[in-house]
């Protein structure tokens, strides 16, 4: 088979990763804790074939545009693995706003590893999926396994230890919702790449980041497996608040706010204070989602559709991991 196709969801981390301890080799500062979100997918299509002279990639109807995240790069690595000298043509859609601190390049990465994987002949274990995924983009190789996920830091310099492994299921707590509240669609000024690399080199706090992480893994890895929501979000909001402040006292300032991010971080206060059970968590942009649990998922959403600055949602359940598909998109 030298054509496949799989279909990847985004994550969105609980416990952060915001730091590199290995650039090259994409090998996290800390261990992090994400949730697979239905819904928010990417679909790709890989075929390797002797009729093309170089790499070709689409991505919702676009050429890609060369940058930092190395799709051509990845693709080498794979058909380098494989033993295959043909170029492969990639056409991948995702149904929501790409580069805008949504996770699109984890269900990117995690879909095209997955499709280019099989298309190039390898039988790989989702362990080795997701330490391959994990070279292209980091985050990306936790969204080969569904429900939560932890992406372990690993100590070896090789990162063969550095892979994700599934915490619970899909449907191990299928009430668990995450709102994607959505308030602005174009790129991020500051990819996360480079926003991670200045923390590390400039942020006087990162090593306080650090010796606090243990006790936020430690606590949502509990809540998870409890259900116990309150105190998943609850350290979920804390880790993320100290990852922005990482991002603000960097030099130069980071900061992936706008006014419509603080506008929905208020009312979310406000509504907690008035007894509905939600929180939020940010990424590198300034989107926001919200976590909540089923039974309060509609209230929170017309809450959230009436604030000046939101232009939409979308809400998440716990999702599945990346997988093959047998329909091809060209
Ligand atoms: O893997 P990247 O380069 O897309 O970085 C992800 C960074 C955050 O989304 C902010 C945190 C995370 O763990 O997903």
Not at 13 to 31: C, E, F, M, T
Not at 71 to 86: C, E, N, Q, T, Y
Request: aromatic letters at 8%; one cysteine or more.
């Amino acid at each position: 088979m030298m054509k496949a196709t799989a279909v990847a969801n985004a994550n969105i981390a609980l416990v952060k990763y915001w730091g590199k301890r290995d650039k090259k080799l994409i090998l996290p500062q800390n261990s992090n804790i994400s949730m697979t979100c239905d819904g928010m997918t990417t679909t790709t299509t890989v075929e390797f074939s002797d009729k093309y002279k170089e790499h070709s990639v689409v991505i919702n109807d676009e050429e890609f545009q060369k940058d930092e995240k190395d799709i051509h790069g990845h693709i080498d690595r794979i058909s380098r693995l494989a033993g295959i000298k043909d170029k492969a043509r990639v056409v991948s859609e995702s149904n929501f706003p790409v580069a805008a601190g949504l996770a699109s390049s984890a269900s990117g990465f995690a879909a095209l590893t997955v499709a280019a994987a099989a298309a190039a002949g390898l039988k790989l274990s989702p362990k080795d999926l997701s330490i391959l995924t994990r070279q292209g983009s980091g985050s990306a190789c936790r969204s080969i396994f569904g429900g939560f996920v932890e992406w372990h830091r690993g100590k070896m310099p090789d990162g063969l230890d550095s892979y994700a492994e599934s915490i619970v299921d899909k449907n191990y707590w299928p009430e668990f919702r995450m709102i994607a509240t959505i308030v602005q669609k174009g790129k991020k000024p500051v990819t996360s790449r480079a926003g991670m690399a200045q923390t590390v080199e400039t942020c006087p706090y990162y090593e306080g980041w650090l010796g606090t992480v243990t006790d936020d893994l430690k606590m949502i890895k509990e809540g998870i497996k409890e259900r116990d929501f309150k105190k998943v979000a609850q350290a979920a909001e804390h880790n993320c608040l100290k990852m922005h402040a990482l991002m603000m006292t960097t030099k130069p300032a980071i900061i992936y706010w706008i006014p419509a991010t603080i506008e929905i971080i208020q009312n979310v206060l406000a509504w907690r204070e008035e007894g509905v059970k939600c929180y939020f968590t940010i990424d590198a942009g300034p989107n926001v989602k919200i976590l909540c649990l089923e039974k309060d998922e509609k209230e929170i959403n017309k809450r959230l559709l009436k604030l000046e600055g939101v232009i939409e949602t979308m809400i998440c359940r716990p999702g599945d991991g990346a997988k093959l598909i047998d329909k091809h998109l060209f």
